[in-house]
């Protein structure tokens, strides 16, 4: 009838386009369920088109990779791909006005990075040349060889990100592979950087005109940060995809929270202190030239908001990097007492495993690939410890982590957060539970968060 069969339609039209493929059988979904589609991909293309409106490139980079979370069709995300101009850009500098003096071009992929770093921790070689007396030599920082060197540095960059963006276009799996691959594009960019950065710090330290202050590991810290964010999804996804046994997590929350949460916190706290100090220098020089705007930039540093941009971050990853330590330890304890099936010594080999795991590290040289010998010699020494010591500090670290993200909840409205708090109250009071009483089983449960699991008592 009408309702049943779309007037006009024929299913079988286009069989014979086909490719020739093992016969399969394809199911045509109802009226209902084809309405139910159609108006979630308007809702999805309706996301996709505010992304034109977004400024900058880092934020940018949290839209592409929180709509690709939400597990969108193939079709939204290629839309998403599409809009994004930058992407289809040559890597060139583009002027900022039309030839016929026009409204500005729409920046080009190289200066939205150039913008992006600048704005992560305020390079002095990126910064406007400081006033310099008449008669003395200008910074050799903003030289026309270091304009170029720049220009090329960044033209170089397009690769690697404009790939983290098209990566993102993938399903959840294949993302993973994508990153493995990333990882060995961002390790040359890594390199030049090093490079860069050396002969930077040698032009502010010694060249004429030089300010005498160190220019060092600038650009480094801006690609480390975004290597190290890679890193964790790499690492995290293992978990939404089901790729680890339950006998592997203890290695895999070890390599986070001794490795790359710290790592990443470190980085952090660079950039951090650093563009805190920038932006206290500028108020500064505000009030110097007039006092018009003293009460407020008085008023803008209050209660530190502006002196600490990155606060809020770094203890998000605190957080997580203190949950890893309580899963760690409390997945050591539940192994010695049997809670957790281990693949038979005969047909095992952990160092194959821990290699397989994190191999797509190994081509990076920040940082370095944390061997097997030093997580075995950590893990020996974890399992000296008593059973009732391992629970009690797996639940202080989750008391920690619980206390941090309430913290951050204040400034921060977040469902993820709130279901992190969640996990963490339930997770500490199961292995303070399992301190007093360590006979009872447990069970694991990935219904709030897809990497952070529930403990649950059986």
């Known amino acids: 009838g009408e309702e049943g069969r779309v007037r006009g339609f024929e299913p079988l039209a286009n069989q014979r386009l086909l490719p020739p493929t093992f016969p399969r059988y394809t199911e045509i979904v109802s009226r209902e369920e084809a309405v139910r589609y159609m108006e979630q991909l308007v809702v999805r293309l309706n996301t996709v088109t505010t992304v034109t409106t977004i400024p900058s490139f880092h934020t940018t980079l949290d839209f592409f990779q929180s709509f690709s979370a939400t597990s969108p069709c193939v079709l939204s995300r290629s839309v998403l791909q599409l809009l994004y101009t930058p992407l289809h850009t040559p890597p060139t500098r583009q002027p900022t006005v039309s030839i016929a003096a026009g409204p500005p071009l729409p920046p080009g992929f190289p200066e939205l990075l150039r913008d992006s770093c600048k704005s992560f921790m305020a390079p002095p070689c990126l910064l406007l040349s400081p006033r310099t007396s008449p ?14 060197c720049l220009d090329t540095f960044f033209s170089q960059c397009c690769r690697p990100f404009g790939l983290l963006l098209q990566a993102t276009g993938h399903n959840r799996a294949r993302q993973r592979d994508k990153i493995s691959q990333l990882l060995e594009e961002f390790s040359t960019v890594q390199e030049e950087a090093d490079r860069l950065d050396n002969m930077l710090n040698t032009l502010s330290l010694s060249g004429d005109g030089a300010s005498g202050k160190p220019h060092s590991l600038f650009l480094g810290t801006w690609l480390l940060y975004h290597v190290l964010k890679l890193m964790v999804r790499y690492t995290l996804s293992g978990f939404e995809l089901e790729l680890y046994s339950v006998h592997e997590w203890a290695m895999v929350w070890w390599y986070l929270y001794e490795l790359l949460y710290p790592w990443l916190i470190n980085c952090l706290h660079r950039a951090d202190t650093v563009l805190s100090e920038h932006m206290e220098n500028m108020d500064r020089d505000k009030r110097d030239r007039g006092g018009k705007g003293k009460k407020k930039t008085k008023a803008t540093t209050k209660k530190g908001v502006r002196a600490r941009p990155y606060l809020t971050e770094i203890a998000c990853y605190q957080a997580h990097a203190n949950m890893c330590a309580g899963y760690y330890k409390l997945m ?47 893990l020996e020494h974890t399992e000296k410890a008593s059973i009732k010591t391992l629970y009690t500090a797996a639940s202080r670290d989750f008391g920690q982590a619980r206390q941090i993200l309430e913290t951050v909840q204040a400034s921060v409205s977040d469902e993820e957060i709130l279901n992190l708090i969640t996990i963490n109250k339930t997770n500490f009071v199961v292995a303070s539970v399992l301190a007093r009483d360590s006979k009872r089983e447990i069970d694991f449960e990935f219904s709030l968060h897809q990497n952070f699991p529930t403990i649950k008592l059986v």
């Open 332 to 378: 050591v304890a539940a192994r010695q007492e049997n809670k957790i099936l281990i693949p038979n010594p005969q047909f095992d080999n952990e160092l194959v495993r821990y290699e397989h795991r994190f191999g797509a590290f190994a081509n990076l040289l920040t940082p370095p690939l944390m061997p097997y010998s030093q997580f075995k010699e950590v």
């Open 135 to 148: 008669g003395l030599p200008p910074s050799p920082l903003h030289t026309l060889q270091v304009r170029l």
